[in-house]
């Protein structure tokens, strides 16, 4: 419920409570709601109208304080600020698109490749044109190059002349071929001159996507379990990139990939070990034109605003678009285009509240959960035990 409220005023409690908070806040709102249509208009839902009228002062006193807590929760996430301000990182997405909507786009992994470096030509032309200002840092999406270029020459050299007509450090979306047999979905940091400098491991792949599990036993009601013939390996380690840059020196940037997006820790990690500006690169093309692109980037404007930081959200055929704190995306492209994407982000690197109290509320609801449960069993027991003891006394038989 969380993702939903990207365009809302309460999207700015993600930075208190997180992203499971927000849901929380979200549940506990619409809950206070349907109670006062309950007691306000008991005919809606089954109730008599003698009812209402007898018990309407307590029932207006009763829908005071769930009226006054709706009030006090939103005006609070409206006034509550979202910072926005740090040195700014100028930064280019690429959106190169690919030739083939769905599962196909893959059979052609070379021309998805081409698409993403004839747009990083176009970036550095415009660049040279005055159309843009030269990027501090390029971004390329997840699957931006499905060849291996650690292995593949052709692959290699097109990459690196990517970086050096763009002129600035590149990161990539690359598949790689190890550890074999199996495969890793990876971002690889390129500096100019230097090449790969540093590399980052999906730690949460796809399951049934990229990666099969229980192969064996879910072959027993599908043989399309043998569809997925690469296993996708897990990355053990948090992404944490150094990129150094000409107007604010070493800069310290947090890859996700994808899927990732979604977990609170694998997003929190970076953040925790230091990253100012976090990229989520993500590969769109086997949605085709549903709406998943979009609820994607809504992920990554709460991630920006639970977190206090800019996000850079590339996609191989959008929705990308630049993110800044306040979780407002700039510069967004749309589905199945090719786009640069230009514009300077704000570094961040104070930690907001959600940060520092990380999982903790989560498992104090986990224990009130627990504790309820465990009062309410033992209540209900009491009272059975009560029910039980007064039906054997005389007094009870006789009223039985």
Request: glycine share 8%; hydrophobic share 40%.
């Given at each position: 419920m969380a993702w939903s409220q990207s365009n809302s005023p309460l999207s700015h409690l993600a930075s208190i409570a997180g992203a499971p908070g927000l849901t929380f806040v979200v549940a506990l709102l619409g809950g206070v709601l349907a109670a006062l249509v309950q007691r306000w208009v008991p005919g809606i839902v089954g109730g008599r109208r003698s009812d209402a009228a007898a018990y309407a002062p307590r029932r207006s006193l009763r829908a005071l304080w769930p009226a006054l807590a709706v009030v006090v929760v939103v005006a609070g996430s409206i006034w509550y600020p979202t910072p926005t301000s740090g040195k700014k990182l100028q930064v280019v997405g690429i959106q190169g698109n690919v030739p083939t909507i769905g599962l196909e786009f893959n059979a052609q992994r070379r021309a998805v490749l081409d698409d993403h470096a004839r747009a990083t030509a176009k970036a550095a032309e415009m660049v040279r044109r005055g159309q843009i200002p030269a990027p501090d840092l390029v971004v390329w999406p997840e699957n931006s190059s499905d060849i291996d270029p650690t292995r593949n020459p052709d692959a290699m050299t097109e990459i690196l002349h990517a970086v050096a007509e763009v002129k600035a450090p590149l990161i990539v979306g690359a598949v790689l071929d190890e550890p074999a047999p199996d495969v890793s979905n990876t971002s690889l940091l390129y500096l100019p001159g230097r090449g790969i400098v540093a590399r980052y491991v999906k730690q949460h792949p796809v399951p049934f996507a990229e990666y099969m599990p229980y192969r064996s036993f879910f072959r027993h009601f599908s043989s399309k379990v043998d569809l997925l013939t690469v296993n996708f390996t897990h990355g053990k380690k948090t992404g944490l990139f150094t990129i150094p840059t000409r107007?604010?020196?070493?800069?310290?940037?947090?890859?996700?990939?994808?899927?990732?997006?979604?977990?609170?820790?694998?997003?929190?990690?970076?953040?925790?070990?230091?990253?100012?500006?976090?990229?989520?690169?993500?590969?769109?093309?086997?949605?085709?034109?549903?709406?998943?692109?979009?609820?994607?980037?809504?992920?990554?404007?709460?991630?920006?605003?639970?977190?206090?930081?800019?996000?850079?959200?590339?996609?191989?055929?959008?929705?990308?678009?630049?993110?800044?704190?306040?979780?407002?995306?700039?510069?967004?492209?749309?589905?199945?285009?090719?786009?640069?994407?230009?514009?300077?982000?704000?570094?961040?690197?104070?930690?907001?509240?959600?940060?520092?109290?990380?999982?903790?509320?989560?498992?104090?609801?986990?224990?009130?959960?627990?504790?309820?449960?465990?009062?309410?069993?033992?209540?209900?027991?009491?009272?059975?035990?009560?029910?039980?003891?007064?039906?054997?006394?005389?007094?009870?038989?006789?009223?039985?």
């Open positions: 107007s604010q020196g070493n800069v310290k940037v947090g890859p996700v990939i994808c899927f990732e997006v979604a977990y609170d820790g694998l997003v929190r990690a970076p953040v925790e070990k230091g990253a100012q500006l976090l990229i989520v690169q993500t590969n769109n093309a086997t949605f085709g034109r549903t709406a998943e692109s979009e609820q994607q980037l809504a992920i990554s404007r709460i991630r920006a605003i639970e977190h206090g930081r800019s996000v850079v959200h590339v996609s191989t055929v959008g929705v990308s678009g630049l993110i800044t704190p306040d979780g407002v995306v700039h510069d967004r492209s749309s589905l199945f285009t090719s786009k640069v994407l230009s514009g300077a982000m704000p570094l961040r690197s104070s930690l907001t509240i959600a940060d520092r109290l990380g999982n903790v509320p989560e498992h104090l609801a986990y224990a009130l959960a627990v504790a309820s449960f465990l009062l309410a069993a033992i209540g209900s027991r009491r009272r059975r035990t009560a029910v039980r003891a007064d039906t054997t006394s005389p007094r009870g038989r006789q009223l039985v």
